[in-house]
Structure formats: C-alpha cells, structure tokens
C-alpha cells in the first residue's frame, strides 16, 4: 500500500480544507449495489462524478436491476474484473467480506487507484484489506454515518447523505491527495468529513449505533419470546419508543453480523459499561429512588439538546432529509 513520505497521522490534509481536489473519476468501481452503494451511485450520476460507473455483486438480479434503474454503466459478479481500470473502488458489502473480495481484487488493481469503503467499524477494514494492496494502492477506509432499515438497490436515494458525516480513518502515512479525494466525493454528497483514528473511531460507534442496534434486537426478540396473544397486543399498541426499536432491528442481519464480529472489543466494551449502568438503575427503580432516576433522566436530556444542536435529529425515515444509521 502506498504511503507518503511522512509516515505521521498528521499527513492526512484537515477535514473540510481541499477545495482543490478533483471531484471527476474515470472509473469508480462500486461493490455491492445496496441501500449504500445505489446511494452513491445515484450521487456520481447526478452530479456527473464518473466517466464510468462499474458494479460488482454476487446475484444476477440484483444486477439486473442496477441496470434497469440507470446506475450501472457495466456489471459483473467477479471482483477482479470490475476494479480493472478503475481510479476509485468502494467496497460496500458487508465487513465480513472485505477479506475475499480484496484478495480476489487485488491482482486487478492498477497503480494509482484508491480503495475505500463504507463500513461501520474500521480497524477491520485496515487489517483484512492491507495485506492484499500492491504498493501504488491508496487505502482510504471511510464511512458515511448515514442509512435506512431497508436495503437493495431500489431502497437508495441520493440525498441520504445530505447534512450527515462521514469518518474517513486513513492509516499513518497514507497518501495525503488520495485521502483528499475521497473526503471531496462526500462533501459533494452533502456529508461533512471528519478524520478520526481508526480505534477510536470503533469505540465512539460502538456506544453511539452499534449498542443501540444490539439492545434494539435484544428488545424486539424479548417481544417475539412472549406468549401469542400478548405479542399480538405488543404490536397492537406499540408506543412510539418500541416501533423506533422496531424500526432499528429490522436492519440488514448479515451487515450488523458482521459489525458486531467485526467491532467485537468495542461493542464488548461498550456493552459492560451499559450492563453496569443498568444493573445500578434497576437498583433505583427497586429501591424506589426517585431522586437517582431524575438526575439521570435530567442528564440525558443534554444528550438530545447536543444532537439536535449538531442537526443529527431528522427522523428515520424521512427519504428526502436522509436518515442516519450505523
């Protein structure tokens, strides 16, 4: 993998600062044609990013219908043959794949190119796709905090990005114009660049959507144990905090798989230091200490001012403002 002369973090440029890097690629190569990748694919076409848009993906319907719906100017189901010629490549699959398709794609890779992706952890994406990188290779591991619980290439929208972030976490060393290039592209998709350490960004996401999912899943599947005619009225009488838990587990299964295995030290991290704060707020709730659970409750109001603040509060399923998501 191809590295600049200063082997620091600090080589990488300023989130928001290169206006003068190139927007225009001859050949992206986007694999994996989902709610992510037809988003950005809709994103190239609409603002002309891309001479030429190529699409990789395992099924040969869902290629068909990336075709049909204009966001494919060539498709294929061999990782190596979709990267030929091209100067970006996305990877946007799910973690637990990364490792095949960059052996397989490799060889393919011409000098120059830039690899990136969209993944929800990080550190992963270093170890599994490195290895497979000649030098020349510039990775640049990003991700765009931003989707929806639906998925397939019909589910994107190209302002899904619009007013989100996006974390790109390049490696020490990393060529500084190819980490420019990249952060440009999701500026123009409306996203504002943030550059974070690998590591440090899994622990953030760990606490901020990767927890979430996992106690979302744990809630809803508590509902889908319950006995018949009490699930039926769950569902009848759902308030507006169990169908947003709703909402949030039915997300792709083999995406939050993988982020969970993927993020495992973080997500484990992240999950002890809930458990202790549970147990403690089941002490209050037992105990009846009204004064405890008022704190707490004033306290995370804060919480909610700082998102709104940070405009990150537009609802889920709002398709024109975009939603956010792991």
């Given at each position: 993998?191809?590295?600049?002369?200063?082997?620091?973090?600090?080589?990488?440029?300023?989130?928001?600062?290169?206006?003068?890097?190139?927007?225009?690629?001859?050949?992206?190569?986007?694999?994996?044609?989902?709610?992510?990748?037809?988003?950005?694919?809709?994103?190239?076409?609409?603002?002309?990013?891309?001479?030429?848009?190529?699409?990789?993906?395992?099924?040969?319907?869902?290629?068909?219908?990336?075709?049909?719906?204009?966001?494919?100017?060539?498709?294929?189901?061999?990782?190596?043959?979709?990267?030929?010629?091209?100067?970006?490549?996305?990877?946007?699959?799910?973690?637990?794949?990364?490792?095949?398709?960059?052996?397989?794609?490799?060889?393919?890779?011409?000098?120059?190119?830039?690899?990136?992706?969209?993944?929800?952890?990080?550190?992963?994406?270093?170890?599994?796709?490195?290895?497979?990188?000649?030098?020349?290779?510039?990775?640049?591991?990003?991700?765009?905090?931003?989707?929806?619980?639906?998925?397939?290439?019909?589910?994107?929208?190209?302002?899904?990005?619009?007013?989100?972030?996006?974390?790109?976490?390049?490696?020490?060393?990393?060529?500084?114009?190819?980490?420019?290039?990249v952060a440009?592209?999701?500026?123009?998709?409306?996203?504002?660049?943030?550059i974070l350490?690998?590591?440090?960004?899994?622990?953030?996401?760990?606490?901020?959507?990767?927890?979430?999912?996992?106690?979302?899943?744990?809630?809803?599947?508590?509902?889908?144990?319950?006995?018949?005619?009490?699930?039926?009225?769950?569902?009848k009488f759902?308030?507006?905090?169990?169908?947003?838990?709703?909402?949030?587990?039915?997300?792709?299964?083999?995406?939050?798989?993988?982020?969970?295995?993927?993020?495992?030290?973080?997500?484990?991290?992240?999950?002890?230091?809930?458990?202790?704060?549970?147990?403690?707020?089941?002490?209050?709730?037992?105990?009846?200490?009204?004064?405890?659970?008022?704190?707490?409750?004033?306290?995370?109001?804060?919480?909610?001012?700082?998102?709104?603040?940070?405009?990150?509060?537009?609802?889920?399923?709002?398709?024109?403002?975009?939603?956010?998501?792991?």
């Open positions: 993998m191809a590295t600049s002369a200063d082997p620091g973090a600090n080589s990488t440029p300023s989130p928001a600062g290169d206006g003068d890097a190139p927007l225009r690629f001859e050949r992206v190569a986007i694999i994996g044609i989902g709610l992510i990748g037809s988003s950005l694919a809709r994103v190239l076409r609409r603002d002309n990013l891309a001479g030429h848009i190529a699409v990789c993906a395992r099924s040969h319907a869902t290629l068909d219908v990336a075709r049909a719906l204009g966001l494919a100017d060539s498709t294929t189901t061999d990782p190596r043959q979709v990267v030929e010629g091209a100067d970006l490549v996305m990877l946007c699959t799910p973690l637990g794949t990364y490792a095949a398709i960059a052996e397989a794609m490799g060889p393919g890779l011409r000098a120059g190119c830039i690899v990136s992706d969209v993944g929800s952890a990080k550190r992963c994406v270093i170890r599994d796709v490195s290895p497979y990188l000649a030098d020349g290779i510039h990775l640049v591991p990003g991700h765009p905090i931003a989707g929806t619980e639906h998925s397939g290439p019909e589910a994107g929208f190209a302002e899904l990005f619009r007013d989100r972030f996006c974390v790109l976490t390049p490696p020490p060393g990393t060529d500084a114009a190819a980490v420019a290039r440009a592209l999701w500026r123009q998709a409306g996203m504002a660049v943030e350490d690998a590591d440090h960004h899994d622990l953030v996401l760990a606490i901020t959507s990767h927890l979430p999912h996992l106690i979302a899943y744990t809630i809803v599947g508590t509902a889908t144990d319950l006995e018949d005619h009490l699930k039926a009225e769950v569902i759902s308030a507006g905090g169990f169908r947003d838990f709703t909402r949030i587990a039915a997300s792709d299964p083999v995406m939050w798989r993988d982020v969970f295995l993927t993020n495992r030290d973080a997500v484990l991290e992240a999950l002890g230091r809930f458990s202790e704060d549970l147990a403690a707020l089941q002490r209050a709730i037992r105990w009846g200490e009204g004064d405890r659970l008022e704190d707490l409750f004033r306290r995370t109001r804060e919480i909610r001012r700082g998102v709104i603040a940070v405009r990150q509060d537009r609802p889920e399923t709002d398709k024109e403002s975009g939603p956010p998501a792991g």
